[in-house]
């Protein structure tokens, strides 16, 4: 009779493992196309998916010829069998290295877990054929039926799923919560699948039930999602992708692209403009991949060796982009190159690049030559040097130089305030100028750090001077948008001012109009608070972007600094000037007081003076010197004048 056969091939059907063939070849397919990190976890990946694919062969081809051979000949069969088995406990051992290898275990933790896990790999193998040779394990009668004999297999299965489950648990601090959810819930599904068809008598989908840890492997940890709008991938991808070829040795041609318009958050490019990157990605380099740095700056990289012709491709990359120009009138910034080993070493492209759009004009393509590398390691050079700056935390280090202007109070015709202005004294490279790491302290989050230097170093200042019985008003020191955004900021300003003991009204602070909404209602509280304590503050730079006046009425400033472009517009014809002189009246009738910046000669002078003027700065006074050297400039203090400067005083009494 033939019911051994029957039963055994009734409870093995072929589905499952030709699924997970299916699976296999489209996990290939997707690790080819989808740019994944090479690390060595992709390559323990990749071999555990091998041995799925080996097993799930052998498991089909076991069963197929068992349902095939009629004379009693096995041998075949055995040895697929073991085969079989010996790819799923590869496959185990693998994950149990992934595992470690993804926890990052320290040795002493590392070692133990996988000689217990070899141990029972070789252990389980070899138990395997012994019993199968020895006839004391699976075996197949000559009428078909078969004997179970001693299951090893169910024996190694649960060994290697409580290792895996210890270390999982035993080192969940190790991994993001998410992620070891996700693995704890796939390994049960695994489980159960196992125990499911131990109670039905299945067989089918013992490898099946190893995929899922396979697929929620891929996804949670190796995937790499494309935009698929735009074709593009994230940043982390590209950091990869430029080492990986740095160490291979291919050459690459970088492209950037850059709307400022699109890349405020919750921008980003709009469809139609999204199509046309994609298509320009497609077309012009064979092998080109599309990188998403932000909302709206995106980076193609292609192998040189792949595009021979590159210098041909190139401009016609350039000269179809005018056209789209044309059609979008949308500003840009683009820039073009080559990889630079320099660069690529330290994979700092985005910031390279970062760099070279902070002095290119808007509207304009950028070939990158090795000058711009020499300006890239300075910036670098400053930002590390600015970074350890607002480490230490000296209020004393030397690196930063408290300089000074001094305002020219036009009704005393004489100075009794200043601006004070940062500059920085760095090793090997002498002074730098604010224009070089003031935006690059405020994108870093260093700045609040540098005015408390400079705040202090300018109490100091204060000190020294009435010390020296000098008249000193107050000095104003000026302070980022972004750092009234710190809780601490009005205490730290306060506190700075208080220890120096000089009186508060000393120090004023000068500041830009806010750009959002939150910002604004930010600022308007530290103003409010700050102002109470006898601060005075200054709006700088008034002219310069697009003013919203309802805003500024609301918040209470004390005088207003017209930006050196107004001085220049009001000479330059009737209309502008009729245009400058009106908003300082009415400033002035508001109760504000105008200072006027960038006064360079006598001309500005008169002219200011004429348009509502409190104050004037600028080169025709004094250029920017260091904050000591103010004792020039101030007189000594009498009790009259300071008695008369009342009388003038410039003390903001909104008259609305
Ligand atoms: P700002 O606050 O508008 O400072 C005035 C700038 O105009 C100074 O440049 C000054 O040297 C320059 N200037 C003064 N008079 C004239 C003139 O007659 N003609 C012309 N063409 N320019 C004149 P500086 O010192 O290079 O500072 C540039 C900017 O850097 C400042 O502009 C300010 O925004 C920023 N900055 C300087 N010191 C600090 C600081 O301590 N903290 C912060 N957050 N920013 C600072
Ligand atoms: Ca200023
Ligand atoms: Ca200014």
Redesign the pocket.
């Known amino acids: 009779m033939q019911t051994g056969e029957q039963m055994f091939f009734d409870n093995y059907t072929p589905a499952a493992d030709i699924t997970v063939i299916a699976v296999c070849f489209v996990i290939f397919i997707l690790v080819m196309t989808s740019y994944m990190k090479k690390n060595t976890s992709f390559y323990i990946f990749i071999n555990i998916v091998g041995f799925l694919l080996l097993a799930a062969f052998c498991d089909l081809f076991y069963h197929y010829r068992y349902t095939r051979i009629t004379d009693g000949s096995y041998t075949s069969i055995y040895v697929l069998r073991c085969f079989y088995h010996a790819f799923l406990f590869s496959n185990m051992l693998l994950f149990v290295v992934y595992i470690v290898n993804l926890l990052h275990l320290e040795k002493f933790r590392k070692v133990p877990i996988l000689v217990t896990s070899g141990i029972i790999y070789i252990v389980v193998i070899s138990v395997d054929i012994v019993t199968t040779v020895s006839g004391k394990g699976f075996r197949l009668n000559k009428d078909g039926t078969h004997v179970s004999g001693l299951n090893i297999f169910l024996f190694g299965y649960l060994a290697f799923t409580i290792v895996i489950v210890t270390v999982l648990i035993r080192f969940r601090d190790r991994l993001y919560k998410r992620i070891m959810y996700a693995l704890y819930g796939t390994i049960a599904v695994s489980v159960m699948i196992h125990v499911m068809q131990g109670i039905h008598s299945q067989s089918s989908f013992t490898v099946a039930s190893f995929m899922f840890l396979v697929i929620a492997i891929l996804y949670l940890l190796h995937s790499n999602p494309y935009n698929a709008e735009l074709g593009a991938i994230d940043i982390k991808t590209l950091e990869d992708t430029i080492n990986y070829n740095y160490k291979k040795k291919n050459e690459l041609l970088i492209m950037s692209l850059y709307l400022p318009d699109c890349d405020a958050e919750g921008k980003g490019f709009p469809k139609k403009i999204q199509d046309v990157i994609r298509h320009f990605a497609e077309v012009f380099f064979k092998g080109a991949v599309l990188f998403q740095v932000s909302n709206g700056h995106v980076i193609l990289v292609a192998k040189k060796k792949l595009n021979p012709d590159h210098e041909n491709r190139k401009n016609k990359i350039i000269n179809a982009f005018y056209p789209e120009y044309e059609k979008f009138q949308m500003d840009y910034k683009i820039v073009m190159g080559e990889s630079i080993d320099e660069i690529s070493r330290k994979n700092e492209y985005v910031s390279f690049i970062r760099n070279i759009h902070r002095k290119m004009p808007m509207n304009t393509m950028h070939m990158v030559t090795y000058d711009d590398v020499t300006e890239f390691n300075r910036y670098e050079f400053i930002l590390n040097e600015v970074a350890d700056i607002a480490k230490k935390q000296d209020p004393d280090d030397p690196r930063v130089l408290a300089?000074c202007?001094p305002v020219y109070h036009i009704k005393r015709g004489a100075y009794n305030t200043a601006?004070?202005?940062?500059?920085l004294e760095l090793p090997k490279i002498g002074m730098v100028?604010?224009?070089q790491f003031?935006p690059l302290a405020e994108e870093n989050g260093y700045?609040h750090e540098?005015?408390k230097i400079?705040l202090h170093k300018t109490c100091m200042a204060i000190k020294s001077l009435i010390g020296e019985n000098l008249w000193v008003k107050r000095i104003s020191?000026?302070?980022?948008v972004l750092e009234l955004r710190e809780n601490s900021f009005a205490d730290d300003i306060c506190g700075i001012i208080e220890k120096s003991g000089i009186p508060v009204e000393k120090i004023a602070i000068?500041i830009t109009e806010s750009q959002t909404e939150s910002d604004f209602m930010i600022m308007k509280d530290t103003i409010e608070n700050l102002k109470e304590k006898g601060i005075k503050f200054y709006l700088?730079?008034f002219g310069t972007g697009y003013s919203n006046m309802e805003r500024i009425m609301e918040l209470p400033f004390d005088i207003i600094?017209f930006?050196?472009s107004l001085v220049i517009a009001s000479s330059q014809d009737e209309r502008s000037g009729k245009m400058v002189a009106g908003l300082a009246g009415m400033f002035k009738e508001l109760g504000y007081s105008v200072l006027y910046?960038?006064?360079?000669n006598e001309n500005d002078e008169i002219r200011c003076t004429e348009m509502s003027a409190f104050y004037l700065?600028?080169?025709?006074y004094s250029?920017?010197i260091p904050i000591g050297e103010l004792r020039r400039f101030f007189s000594p203090y009498q009790k009259e004048l300071a008695a008369s400067e009342e009388e003038i005083s410039d003390d903001h009494n909104h008259k609305l």
């Open positions: 300089y202007q601006e004070a202005l940062m500059r100028f604010p224009d003031i700045i540098l005015t400079i020191v000026n302070v980022s000068e700088d730079d600094k930006d050196r910046e960038g006064v360079e700065q600028g080169y025709k250029r920017p």
